[in-house]
């Protein structure tokens, strides 16, 4: 419930500052000094470049998802109609205008290995996997060679990316529009095909991570890892959207964004990471009751050895702290208590990728359950999401921070919580 009060915006309010605008640049530098650090590390270091991939992996991932998450958020808000979010929407928007060609370029350095049919990540694109022949012949990775095959693979990363990307170009060029035509109809556009690709997405990123995450071990699956991942998706985009909305005010810019914006937020970051605990919980009490071991693997090797005490380090840090450390009115309003916890949930949303990806590099160099942690870990991750952040800062001041025609725009002016 909400009621109303009146508030009129000023130019330098629907304008990135000039010093945002300054520093972009530096960031986007930043970000790509610490990545071009960290390969440097792994030439120096035995199994480097093979770390490196892996790590690579993990880091982009994680940002990933932010852009995905950004994208439903925009879907949903179109959906629902919803009016408390339109003075901010266009950091979302901006965000996901990253996908061409920034985010795809940042793909390439997986992409590229698995068009040249490197199995250093991925082992079952090795053709001798599912030759009847070869010693490495594997019956399990036979049976699924019809979805599991280089061609048909590099085919659907391809397809993820283009919808992605034309969702996000539909979005994103429909409202800048409509600051300049003031048509009411894209409203109504972006409100109509909303639902539908909602449902593109879901499908999206479902076999997305099929692909990029579970097809790590291929013989292990999980129905609901997609759900898994939308959890992830949005609890790293909303708290990428706080801790952006609040470096831009730090600045002097969106100023109409208060408590009442922050306080939606934060309800929305609460909701997911319950939802991530109950998701989570619930994929591990069905893979444990059925006791499959195709299914079984993936966490059987997390509960064992280090990984046992990094598994209970996510569950702490994922859900067991934030649950009641976001629980309070006052803590979701605050900036400073909200900013802890958005920085907090982004560390951890990086730790949830960590936990699913390296204990398969571990298990590459025959480190056992050794958690097999390295700085580059840190610096890739780190690094892309300076450049995600400085790109999406870039992209901000070339048009006005906040959709001023939309027709909804006065009811996000005057939102106000009664709670």
């Not at 639902?195 to 499908?203: D, G, N, T």
């Not at 994929?283 to 059925?290: D, E, H, P």
């Not at 900013?339 to 480190?367: E, N, Q, R, S």
């Amino acid at each position: 419930m909400a009621h109303a009060h009146t508030q009129t915006l000023t130019e330098e309010q629907t304008r990135l500052p000039a010093r945002v605008a300054s520093l972009a640049p530096g960031i986007i530098f930043g970000g790509l000094v610490l990545i071009l650090a960290a390969l440097g590390w792994a030439f120096a270091t035995e199994d480097g470049l093979v770390h490196f991939q892996y790590a690579y992996l993990t880091g982009f991932m994680a940002w990933l998802m932010v852009a995905l998450g950004s994208l439903i958020f925009l879907c949903l808000q179109h959906v629902f109609r919803a009016g408390w979010s339109v003075g901010m929407r266009r950091i979302p928007e901006m965000i996901v205008s990253n996908f061409w060609p920034w985010i795809i370029v940042a793909f390439m350095p997986i992409f590229i290995p698995i068009c040249m049919g490197d199995t250093t990540v991925y082992k079952w694109l090795d053709p001798a996997m599912v030759n009847p022949t070869s010693p490495l012949f594997d019956q399990i990775l036979a049976n699924k060679s019809g979805y599991l095959n280089k061609g048909f693979f590099i085919g659907r990363l391809v397809a993820y990316f283009g919808i992605w990307t034309l969702m996000a170009r539909f979005f994103v060029k429909n409202s800048v529009a409509q600051d300049a035509d003031g048509d009411p109809a894209r409203t109504r556009r972006m409100e109509m095909r909303a639902a539908p690709l909602i449902m593109v997405f879901a499908l999206s990123l479902t076999f997305a991570g099929f692909d990029l995450l579970m097809s790590l071990d291929p013989h292990w699956f999980s129905t609901i890892w997609g759900v898994y991942l939308f959890a992830g998706c949005m609890i790293s985009s909303v708290s990428s959207m706080i801790l952006l909305l609040m470096f831009i005010q730090n600045f002097g810019g969106m100023k109409h964004i208060g408590p009442e914006q922050y306080s939606d937020l934060g309800k929305l970051l609460f909701a997911f990471v319950f939802f991530w605990g109950y998701i989570a919980f619930s994929q591990y009490m069905l893979i444990w009751y059925a006791n499959i071991p195709e299914e079984t693997t993936f966490f059987h090797f997390r509960q064992a050895g280090e990984w046992a005490n990094f598994s209970l380090l996510l569950l702490f840090g994922h859900l067991l702290l934030p649950f009641p450390g976001l629980l309070s009115r006052h803590i979701k309003r605050g900036r400073k208590t909200l900013a802890f916890w958005a920085i907090w949930m982004l560390v951890f949303h990086f730790v949830d990728f960590y936990w699913m990806v390296m204990p398969y590099l571990a298990k590459k160099l025959g480190h056992g359950m050794e958690v097999v942690f390295h700085p580059m870990d840190v610096l890739i991750w780190l690094g892309l999401g300076l450049g995600l952040f400085g790109l999406t800062l870039s992209r901000a001041k070339r048009q006005s921070m906040v959709p001023l025609r939309d027709p909804r725009l006065p009811e996000s002016l005057a939102f106000e919580n009664y709670y």
